[in-house]
């Protein structure tokens, strides 16, 4: 069965830091991989997508970015830090083809001081 | 664009009764999918349900089952028997095709003992 792993659960950083989310997907073949943030009490915000390696689409500007280095290995990270960055961080993905539904990870909780 | 609307940003309901969380959305594409996720309190994101633009009939699954009226552009999340730990947020989201998924800003359920 397939599975997918974030890390870290919770992160506190000042503003200026930099960011590195991991998001890992096991027992399926070449996803289609997603970041969402979620403001508290709000709706998901489509952060970036990615096909496959290397192929990165990303929905709004903003502070962050992110690469897929292997196929099942999907990364969010930002240079310097805002406080608007604060927020709920899931990673989720998908089978490539067809209305597949979208499969979670557990999500990040990052707070910008 | 896609626009999910979600007119209930919080519901209570008794234990052991039905209730139903209402979703209307706005797109032009013809072809999409419809699904509801699930967000208790720890944060993940549970998918529940799916249901197609060229399904006939409205999809079930378990003790959810989705109110599909695809001329008003609706698909309403019906929960019979609820549960205590049926407590959560729902997001109801479209996928047109070819595109991304769109979230709504999700409906607060408390189920009362």
């Known amino acids: 069965s397939q599975t997918i792993h974030q890390w870290p659960a919770t992160l506190v950083q000042p503003v200026g830091s930099p960011l590195s989310l991991e998001c890992t997907v096991e027992?399926?073949?070449?996803?289609?991989l997603y970041w969402y943030r979620q403001a508290a009490g709000r709706g998901l915000q489509l952060l970036f997508y990615s096909v496959g390696i290397g192929q990165i689409s990303s929905e709004v500007p903003q502070n962050l970015s992110a690469s897929r280095p292997q196929d099942r290995q999907f990364i969010l990270s930002s240079k310097k830090l805002l406080l608007s960055d604060s927020g709920f961080y899931l990673c989720?993905?998908?089978?490539?083809?067809?209305?597949?539904?979208?499969?979670f990870g557990p999500g990040t909780r990052l707070t910008v001081l | 664009a896609q626009k999910i609307t979600q007119t209930q940003p919080g519901m209570f309901v008794q234990e052991k009764e039905a209730v139903t969380l209402d979703c209307t959305y706005d797109?032009?594409?013809?072809?999409?999918?419809l699904f509801w996720y699930k967000q208790p309190s720890s944060g993940e994101m549970i998918f529940l349900i799916y249901q197609g633009s060229y399904d006939q009939q409205n999809a079930t699954e378990g003790r959810y089952s989705l109110n599909f009226q695809k001329a008003r552009k609706s698909a309403n999340l019906v929960i019979s028997a609820s549960q205590l730990g049926d407590s959560a947020m729902y997001f109801c989201?479209?996928?047109?095709?070819?595109?991304?998924?769109?979230f709504g800003p999700g409906t607060r359920l408390s189920v009362l003992p």
């Open positions: 027992g399926t073949s070449n996803p289609n």
């Open positions: 797109t032009s594409d013809p072809s999409y999918g």
């Open positions: 989201a479209v996928f047109p095709y070819g595109q991304n998924f769109v």
């Open positions: 989720a993905w998908s089978a490539g083809t067809g209305y597949n539904e979208q499969f």
